[in-house]
């Protein structure tokens, strides 16, 4: 079977202190050749080039999580944007905005979504978006940023863990961002997910595991990681009626073209 990538992780949690080693054992074993490390404030954006440096089959991502955007100062954000300039950083993020925990006001949150978009424009890298509760907002950000960047010989990002319909993947695409497929898409409540996978051509997808969060419904309560990206793969083949194989290769191939690693 092609090698399935991770395109979403967060190893560089505490969550993985103890037994990183043995984590990226088991997603070896289970066919996952690559993962992205994906940071959430300065913290964690250095541990995640840390592990990328040590690891080959790890990339790094680094940005502010929307729920911590009320700390990142003008100081923040270009101590952002020099981490960003490593080589083992392959995207911006993950940014974006999150209505649902209303930790920080919109206005506060559209504004530093905005500074990682200019980040991610001046270094002609990807991003990571996430979006919680604000499809209407983060399409409208997302259309104003694109409108401005002229160079399309690859996707300019991706809308992690998707929780929009099928025209909104699909408003997505058009603007140059893949789709990324999570574990809740295996919950029995997950119906518009599944929609938007039985909709959305394999062309416009990549997987993820969002670990430690959302393990697949079959491990529900324990610890999500990178190995169980392959449960994923098998629930999009099961709704697409693909093969693993296909569903493997085409989002492999997607990411590959998202963060341009070989």
Known sequence: MALLVDTHSHLCLDDFRTDLEQVLGRAGAAGVGRAVVVGIDLETDRAAIALAERHSQLAAAVGIHPNDSAEATDATLAELGRLAHNDKVVAIGETGLDYYRKRTPREVQARTFRAHLAIARELALPVIVHNREAHADTLAILKEWTSGVRERRARLGVLHCFSGDA????????????????????????????????????????????????????????RNEPANLAIVAEKVAEIKAESLETVARATTENAIELFRFG
């Open 167 to 222: 025209a909104m993947a699909e408003a997505a695409w058009e603007m140059g961002l893949y789709i990324s497929i999570a574990g809740n898409v295996t919950y029995p409540t997950a119906h518009r997910v599944v929609e938007v996978v039985r909709q959305v051509p394999l062309s416009q997808l990549v997987l993820e595991t969002d670990c430690p969060f959302l393990p697949p419904q079959t491990l529900r309560g324990q």
